[in-house]
């Protein structure tokens, strides 16, 4: 569909609401909106492709989130 996919970054996000914990309240947060990643055409894609584009995505969001972590 060639829909730009956007890598976001969130930190503090586990201190507000830990995994199978309620709301702990209101706390800083921290986000990181990427550069959008634009797809390969269908004609281009593959299952190779689609793995290269998901690891793409990946680096970029963990990136991102060591970045984040790093401010703190």
């Keep these: 569909m060639q829909v730009p996919i956007v890598p976001v970054a ?4 586990h201190d507000a609401w830990p995994r199978n914990r309620s709301f ?21 894609a593959s299952e190779q492709t689609y793995e290269k584009l998901t690891a793409e995505l990946k680096s970029r969001v963990v990136r991102m989130w060591e970045g984040l972590r790093g401010d703190q």
């Design 10 to 13: 969130i930190a503090g996000f």
């Design 24 to 44: 702990q309240g209101f706390k800083p947060l921290k986000m990181v909106i990427g550069d959008p990643i634009i797809p390969p055409p269908e004609s281009e």
